[in-house]
């Protein structure tokens, strides 16, 4: 089992940035890929990034050059450094933890991207 709360989420204006938080506890954190997922209203959740246990990472090309994912396998949090938002990128943002065919989900939190 791996508990997941996310944090850093709020309102700011367009262009701005936000940096979300994921702590993790209750297995081995440095085993899990861990991925940042957004979902807004009427939609889908969409993938945001990903990191792998040894590093790798992936984005979602609407956010690529934009947005940073990071680990602190010490900490066991992994970062989701957000800059230039946009009001579309309005959304519940969760945090997912990923091993074989096992993933947890955090309970998500609200980023609202607006004047």
């Known amino acids: 089992q791996v508990q997941l709360v996310e944090s850093g989420g709020g309102l700011v204006q367009p262009g701005g940035s936000l940096r979300l938080s994921c702590a993790a506890s209750?297995?081995?954190?440095?085993?899990?890929?861990m991925g940042w997922y957004r979902q807004a209203p009427g939609n889908q959740r969409d993938l945001v990034a990903i990191?792998?246990?040894?590093?790798?990472?992936n984005y979602a090309d609407s956010v690529m050059d934009r947005f940073t994912i990071s680990r602190d396998n010490e900490k066991s949090t992994v970062y989701l450094q957000m800059n230039s938002l946009k009001p579309e990128e309005t959304a519940v943002y969760y945090c997912?933890?990923?091993?074989?065919?096992?993933?947890?989900w955090g309970q998500g939190i609200h980023v609202t991207v607006s004047t």
């Open positions: 209750g297995s081995i954190f440095s085993a899990y890929t």
């Open positions: 997912k933890a990923s091993r074989s065919f096992y993933q947890y």
């Open positions: 990191i792998t246990s040894g590093g790798t990472k």
